[in-house]
T-cell receptor
Framework: QVQLQESGPGLVKPSGTLSLTCAVSGGSISSSNWWSWVRQPPGKGLEWIGEIYHSGSTNYNPSLKSRVTISVDKSKNQFSLKLSSVTAADTAVYYC????????FGGGEEDYYYYMDVWGKGTTVTVSS | SSELTQDPAVSVALGQTVRITCQGDSLRSYYASWYQQKPGQAPVLVIYGKNNRPSGIPDRFSGSSSGNTASLTITGAQAEDEADYYCNSRDSSGNHPFGGGTKLTVL
């Protein structure tokens, strides 16, 4: 059973870079999954940050793209998030999640299902001087 | 557009049926997935695809889709279903935006 665990500094200074790592256990990061980062500011909703495939291919939220880098380390079975030029608005609980893609066939049609089925417990990052 | 829209809050009497909706252009092409989040906890997947429940999710949870609207239905809502619910979907650019979330109150 795959488990995810976020880690990283809980406090980052304004204008600095937020760096988090998500360790994957119970499975391989080189499986046919994408690996995602999601955040949730205090009292607000979920925001998708971006995702990475083990090949290194990435997709980023357009609103964060200029500041976000997601990378993968297959040797350590983990992936990471870097968010630069942070402000107080980046204060949030940061989650990592596994994105599963399922293809089903029926009635001559192909359907793609995308869903995040495994989540880490989340880690709180506060941006403050 | 990659935006998904949800009603901010919905209430249901204990044991009754409630539908939570999610609207967005991307839902015409991709199925939504639905997540339940209780205070201080990570989100939990409750519905994905056409109408699929992960192992351990009660069968009172179901999903449906029509046009640009996806729905999560809870038939016979229980006190423990009180939570925030979020929809998510892929868009044509390969992004996975979330809806704004719906706070469900069980009366």
């Amino acid at each position: 059973q795959v488990q995810l665990q976020e880690s990283g500094p809980g406090l980052v200074k304004p204008s600095g870079t937020l760096s988090l790592t998500c360790a994957v256990s119970g499975g391989s990061i080189s499986s046919s999954n994408w690996w995602s980062w999601v955040r949730q500011p205090p009292g607000k909703g979920l925001e998708w940050i971006g995702e990475i495939y083990h090949s290194g291919s990435t997709n980023y939220n357009p609103s964060l793209k200029s500041r976000v880098t997601i990378s993968v380390d297959k040797s350590k079975n983990q992936f990471s998030l870097k968010l630069s030029s942070v402000t107080a608005a980046d204060t949030a609980v940061y989650y990592c999640a596994r994105l599963e893609i399922m293809i089903t066939f029926g009635g001559g049609e192909e359907d793609y299902y995308y869903y995040m089925d495994v989540w880490g417990k989340g880690t709180t990052v506060t941006v403050s001087s | 557009s990659s935006e998904l829209t949800q009603d901010p809050a919905v209430s249901v009497a204990l044991g009754q049926t409630v539908r939570i909706t999610c609207q967005g252009d991307s839902l015409r092409s991709y199925y939504a997935s639905w997540y339940q989040q209780k205070p201080g906890q990570a989100p939990v997947l409750v519905i994905y695809g056409k109408n699929n429940r992960p192992s351990g999710i009660p069968d009172r949870f179901s999903g449906s889709s029509s046009g640009n609207t996806a729905s999560l239905t809870i038939t016979g809502a229980q006190a423990e279903d009180e939570a925030d619910y979020y929809c998510n979907s892929r868009d044509s650019s390969g992004n996975h935006p979330f809806g704004g979330g719906t706070k469900l109150t069980v009366l």
